[in-house]
């Protein structure tokens, strides 16, 4: 072997290496959100989180992975499925809010070393990410190495400037032919382009851009991912969370991934918790939680699902909470219960609600336990009287109450209205209320006036209480998340600037109308009467000998005189 092919191995061995190096085969999601989002087929994905959370990051990994044609990997380190085209070039567009955004984020999570730190594994040899959550890793924190940029100088046939001093880029060209183009959502979407991914950061000025990129990635079967802080004004992706949580479960077309800042190891944790502890906490739900934080359009602002919720720390529980807790988080049998139905067509929504005994509350209005929910999206009226079935078995409740407009409208094809459709399924299954027995009692139509009772119901006394109270206990257990998200969420109109007291269109809010019947319906305590199959073993066993006993006294048989006790 001549020195020219000894030198030539030598630079394929160092090629080899190097892109063993390569940032998009050593990068890692995190279990949880990252992973989920990377993992989900979709055609339209958000992934929301609060600040430092790693949702770019995350969106720009899978971004330059189709680009150049490399695949990625989850947690553990199994090759993910690849999404995108390998036999042709791609169209790719990158949205910014404006140019700045576009040089200190997009082209440096994209084009510049460093998006995150590695070090050679003593195992292996080769170089991984570092963990500094790892003693052995925060050991050897001198030889942390940084990240080679996401898409390597090996595959750059050059850009295009909008402002070259500043690395603000209109187009940059692949050798393998595949074009990324940027824009700033400042000025009118482009038109034409039909694109294979179209990748949105952070928030926008011009919405129509969501619009346009729908239409942009039809004809080549494209994809659309969003990577977001929540800002209150940004209805455009709170339009894709909603259409997200409605989303078919089975096969979404659109899935939302939502990650907190707390929950990555990779930051420091002493300067974090620091920085979390300085924050409100309405501050701490976005900026940690990446959840929308707009209480000036909320249309709920004090609710709250610690202050609503469930007490656990015995010195802050009243009676109601240690019944709840004494009974296995739920309500007692004694309380008497409401079941509140919204036959929506994509998703139909029951409330479960529950009331205590008087001597709970003496001195106010009683207290209304909203304790369960069944929100699946596109069942019928007999898989929605199977489940409600599966969850009450032969509890008996003191009133049915449906949407009386929807109720009011005819089922498809059949003849007979929604309302008597669900009453039929009821009834099949042994479903009943002391008041209407199978069928329901109409919710009230009047909108403001319900949410002004649940806003009522919302309000905290100088107990501490409110009168609505959540079966949660705001950290792990919740038995009503939907109706949960939809009251913290639940907005105000804002038109041409203006606060309105109506609700905002275009929400998922059919827990919220189910609260809203039963507010405007104002539940009451009515001891419920039990059936038979409730009763205890031993209770029933003794009804039983008491039957038995009367039935032998009526036929029993006295032969001879009959003396009278006088």
């Not at 090629?15 to 890692?28: D, H, I, P, Q, T």
């Not at 529980?317 to 988080?329: K, S």
Request: proline share 6%.
């Amino acid at each position: 072997m001549n020195e020219r092919e000894s030198q030539r191995i030598r630079d394929l061995l160092a090629e080899r290496k190097s892109r063993e190096n390569e940032a998009l085969r050593l990068f890692r999601p995190l279990k949880g959100g990252q992973e989920a989002f990377l993992k989900s087929n979709a055609i339209k994905r958000v992934v929301r989180g609060g600040n430092r959370s790693g949702k770019s990051s995350t969106a720009s990994a899978e971004f330059a992975s189709a680009a150049t044609g490399i695949p990625l990997h989850d947690s553990e380190g199994n090759e993910l499925p690849f999404k995108y085209p390998t036999n042709r070039p791609l169209v790719m567009w990158i949205i910014g809010y404006d140019l700045d955004h576009l040089s200190r984020n997009i082209y440096r999570l994209l084009f510049k070393p460093g998006m995150f730190k590695t070090i050679k594994d003593l195992e292996t040899g080769r170089y991984r990410t570092f963990r500094p959550w790892d003693e052995s890793d925060k050991a050897r924190v001198d030889e942390v190495v940084l990240s080679e940029p996401l898409i390597p100088k090996r595959f750059v046939e050059g850009f295009a400037w909008e402002n070259k001093a500043q690395r603000v880029f209109k187009v940059c060209r692949l050798k393998n032919g595949t074009e990324i183009r940027a824009f700033s959502s400042m000025g009118e979407p482009p038109q034409g382009d039909q694109c294979d991914l179209i990748w949105v950061d952070e928030d926008l000025e011009n919405e129509e851009y969501i619009m346009e990129a729908s239409m942009r990635i039809i004809d080549r079967g494209g994809r659309f991912f969003w990577s977001a802080f929540p800002k209150s004004k940004n209805m455009a992706l709170r339009k894709l969370s909603e259409e997200a949580e409605s989303a078919n479960p089975l096969a979404p077309s659109c899935t939302e991934h939502v990650i907190r800042m707390s929950d990555n190891p990779y930051l420091d944790q002493a300067v974090m918790q620091s920085i979390l502890s300085g924050l409100t906490d309405e501050e701490r739900r976005a900026r940690d939680f990446g959840e929308f934080c707009d209480d000036l359009i909320a249309m709920f602002p004090t609710f709250d699902e610690r202050t609503h919720g469930i007490k656990t720390n015995p010195d802050e529980q009243d009676e109601i909470d240690q019944a709840v807790l004494d009974n296995g988080f739920s309500p007692p049998d004694d309380w008497t219960r409401y079941l509140i139905l919204d036959p929506g067509h994509a998703r139909p929504f029951v409330l479960f609600a529950a009331v205590p005994p008087p001597y709970f509350d003496p001195k106010r209005q009683p207290t209304v336990l909203l304790y369960d929910e069944i929100a699946k999206p596109r069942i019928d009226a007999a898989e929605t009287a199977r489940l409600v079935h599966e969850k009450v078995g032969n509890q008996l409740f003191e009133a049915f109450i449906i949407d009386d407009h929807a109720g009011r409208q005819t089922s498809m094809g059949r003849g007979e209205t929604i309302k008597q459709l669900y009453s039929a399924e009821f009834d099949k299954h042994g479903l009943r209320s002391r008041l209407t027995g199978n069928s329901f009692v109409n919710g009230s139509d009047n909108v403001m006036a319900g949410l002004g009772a649940i806003r009522e119901g919302l309000h905290i006394q100088g107990d501490g209480r409110s009168r609505f109270r959540f079966l949660t206990d705001g950290e792990k257990r919740n038995r009503v998340p939907n109706l949960c998200k939809q009251v913290l969420f639940y907005k105000k109109m804002l038109a041409s600037g203006v606060v309105e007291d109506k609700p905002a269109p275009h929400q998922v809010d059919d827990g919220v109308h189910c609260l809203r019947y039963l507010a405007a319906f104002n539940p009451y305590y009515q001891r419920p009467q039990m059936s038979e199959k409730q009763y205890s073993p031993a209770y029933r066993m003794f009804l039983k000998s008491k039957k038995t006993a009367q039935r032998n006294k009526r036929t029993s048989m006295v032969c001879g005189p009959q003396f009278s006790p006088q």
